[in-house]
């Protein structure tokens, strides 16, 4: 059997960590099979989706700006991906291409890890952004069971196009404080707190002592946000472990395995991050 190939398409891909993870379990489990960053442009993607098979891929992950080109190229959809009109995981089936959305599964995997009893509270989750990460961590929120997900965004339109569309209400992000009192989950997916970035004003004493606190952002590890909530000793869960377990369901695809994420994989992830 010919090498299966398999590749993360983006414009740029280059800062993709994508290869690391994918790379460790090919060669973990002794797969005859490779992961290579695709950069491919937007006016090039559709015809080079298309020639995917014929050059030996069972499948890529897709990334920024390509997310939603790969919703409308798809011939079958997972439900979630077809409800969150994005894609980032595509594969082919008879003649088919497939697409599904595993963000919002690997958001909540690793809280089912790093945070096992994180569901024993789920009357209110706080999501701060309304962009392109948030709107699959509310879907999987909301089909987990969380009885209340408030979106706080900088750009309100945008919350509110998120909660025409999905179960969650929309609120300015600078009403934050008002929110956190009654908050057993914090979910930060916004920018904010990135290297380089800026950081958030608000004062996190407001939240109960049982509240987690989720910065799916981990460019740094510890973000400010992950560093004041320690410092109150609230439970905190950073945002590699999202990284790992979305692209599980990806290399199970096409690969015919399902993936463990291990201890050793993630220490590699957060070393290449921390020498970044
Ligand atoms: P995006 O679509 O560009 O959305 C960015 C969000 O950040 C928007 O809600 C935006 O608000 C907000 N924002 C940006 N600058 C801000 C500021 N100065 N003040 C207040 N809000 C601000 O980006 P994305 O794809 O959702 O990614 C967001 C972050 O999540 C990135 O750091 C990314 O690396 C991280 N991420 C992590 C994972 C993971 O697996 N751990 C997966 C995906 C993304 P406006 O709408 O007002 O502009």
């Known amino acids: 059997m010919a090498t299966r190939r398999a590749g993360v398409l983006g414009w740029p891909v280059e800062h993709s960590r994508s290869p690391l993870i ?14 290579d960053k695709l950069p491919v442009a937007p006016d090039d993607f559709e015809a080079y989706v298309r020639d995917m098979p014929r050059q030996g891929f069972v499948g890529a992950n897709v990334t920024i700006p390509h997310k939603g080109a790969a919703h409308r190229l798809c011939d079958r959809l997972t439900s979630r991906a077809a409800r969150l009109e994005s894609v980032n995981t595509i594969w082919f089936e008879d003649g088919k291409i497939c697409g599904d959305s595993t963000d ?11 945070c096992p009893d994180w569901m024993d509270r789920h ?15 509310v879907e999987a929120l909301t089909t987990r069971g969380f009885d209340d997900v408030i979106v706080a965004n900088r750009t309100l339109a945008k919350a509110e196009d998120l909660s025409r569309r999905l179960t969650c209400r929309a609120v300015p ?22 290297k ?23 460019v740094p590890l510890v973000t400010p946000l992950l560093a004041a909530a320690r410092a109150r000793n609230l439970r905190t869960v950073g945002g590699l472990g999202m990284l790992l377990h979305q692209a599980a369901p990806g290399f199970e695809r096409w690969f015919g395995l399902k993936p463990e994420v291990t201890r050793e994989l993630y220490d590699r992830l957060a070393a290449d991050v921390a020498a970044s």
């Open 22 to 35: 994918h790379g460790y379990w090919l060669a973990r489990y002794g797969i005859d099979g490779r992961y």
């Open 173 to 194: 992000l600078e009403d934050v404080d008002a929110w956190l009192a009654d908050c057993d989950l914090l979910v930060n997916t916004t920018s904010l707190g990135m």
């Open 104 to 114: 919002g599964e690997g958001f909540v995997a690793a809280l089912d890890s790093e």
């Open 123 to 137: 009357a209110r989750a706080l999501v701060l952004g309304a962009g392109g990460a948030a709107a699959p961590i």
């Open 196 to 218: 380089g970035e800026g950081a958030f004003t608000f004062d996190l004493q407001r939240l109960p002592p049982h509240a987690i606190v989720d910065d799916i952002v981990y």
